[in-house]
């Protein structure tokens, strides 16, 4: 958020049509003080200063809104290009698995995020969709996490045996079937959001948010089991067994 509000004061403070004129002005004082005072420099300094602090009022006034949302898409662009980097170190990792249902996983997970922000990036819907692409985007990384950690327990099978595998097996599976369950609710999730930018159907985006929240609130506590759960002490364990 901090970096949000750093974009949208430096679109408005630091446009060029802000700044060149009061700085047109502000040269064309300091030459009329040199000078000894020129009436047309002091002129042209007061103009410059005025031209520039009008632009300002009116982008603030009457083009915050598109300043905001201008900004907030300048910020997705860059945070986008980041996660897609971590996202196919995942889908490397997730590739030497034997099991193809991780990677089929996050492929639709990914497709689903993609078209999430291409309709956020909506002209007049970011603003107020805000809440509901930030949910969106917290399921999506929680199905993610799912799966990371159903690969390192698939990793941590091979080196086990008998019951002690079995038992990790169990989980891997568990992991797998909540983030099968997230790319779902993401899917249902992205097609509910998009029927609300097509047709401007508040009630639905209510829904949704509820909807997304209860979505969440699963992911939290798979969240919550992968905390408790160390996969070092007990991959240890198991291999002292």
């Known amino acids: 958020m901090d970096d949000l509000r750093k974009r949208i004061l430096n679109e408005i403070f630091v446009a060029p049509s802000v700044v060149l004129p009061i700085a047109g002005g502000g040269t064309a004082w300091l030459l009329s003080w040199a000078l000894g005072s020129v009436a047309t420099l002091n002129l042209v300094g007061l103009v410059g200063i005025m031209v520039g602090i009008g632009w300002f009022a009116t982008r603030f006034i009457f083009q915050l809104d598109s300043i905001t949302e201008k900004a907030m898409r300048d910020q997705i662009e860059s945070r986008l290009r980041e996660e897609e980097k971590k996202l196919n170190e995942l889908d490397q990792k997730l590739y030497s698995d034997r099991d193809q249902r991780p990677r089929d996983y996050l492929m639709l997970l990914r497709t689903n995020r993609a078209e999430l922000e291409k309709i956020a990036q909506t002209p007049g819907i970011q603003i107020r969709s805000m809440e509901i692409v930030k949910q969106a985007r917290q399921l999506f990384w929680a199905a993610t996490e799912q799966l990371e950690q159903a ?3 698939a990793q941590l099978a091979t080196r086990l045996t008998g019951d002690e595998k079995q038992k990790v097996l169990e989980q891997r ?12 609710h993401l899917r249902s999730a992205v ?36 905390r408790e759960w160390d996969p070092s002490s007990d991959e240890a364990s198991y291999l002292r067994e």
């Open 151 to 153: 690969h390192r327990l």
């Open 173 to 184: 599976e568990g992991y797998l079937r909540e983030s099968k369950e997230s790319v779902e």
């Open 191 to 226: 097609a509910t959001f998009r029927k609300f930018v097509e047709q401007e159907q508040e009630r639905d985006m209510d829904t949704l948010q509820n909807d997304l929240e209860q979505s969440l609130q699963s992911a939290r506590r798979s969240e919550e089991r992968m």
